[in-house]
């Protein structure tokens, strides 16, 4: 194999860790399983709630192994009919990452949407904002 293939996965994989500190950091805690179970279910929350087209714009600017997070699971051909509203996007990720509440949630997406915004371009994360409702928008903005 060559040396660039490595180096691919070496480059995402130090990207992956660097994502998982930041959001750690975000969190104030030192616990990376707990970083990283608040990103899985931020990005799936998020994913839930964009189209196919907006899924493959956000996903291109994700390294691979968060790319994997993000597409963990999903089944593009069949597209739930998920509530909009904050609550159950709150709930969504409470309940994946294991959170105590919504509150919690709330901190937690909030920290995460920072992060994404520090390792994706503007205009991905403007056009992620845009495209989602006032709320999860007042939220993620905050």
């Keep these: 194999m060559p040396a660039t293939r490595l180096d691919v996965i070496e480059r995402s994989t130090e990207k992956t860790r660097l994502w998982l500190s930041d959001l750690a950091e975000e969190l104030d805690t030192e616990d990376a399983h707990h970083a990283y179970r608040v990103l899985r279910a931020f990005l799936h929350a998020i994913r839930s709630r964009l189209s196919v ?23 593009p051909g069949r597209r739930p009919d998920h509530p909009r509203d904050l609550d159950s996007f709150l709930s969504d990720i409470a309940t994946e990452a294991l959170l105590s509440g919504e509150t919690e949630a709330s901190l937690a997406a909030s920290a995460a949407y920072r992060v994404l915004t520090r390792h994706v ?8 904002l845009h495209v989602l409702p006032d709320h999860l928008r007042r939220l993620l903005a905050a």
Excluded: M, N
């Excluded at 087209?53 to 089944?75: C, K, Y």
């Design 53 to 75: 087209d907006e899924v493959a714009q956000l996903s291109a600017q994700l390294p691979i192994f968060i790319r994997g997070l993000f597409f963990e699971g999903w089944d």
């Design 121 to 128: 371009s503007l205009g991905e994360s403007s056009s992620l």
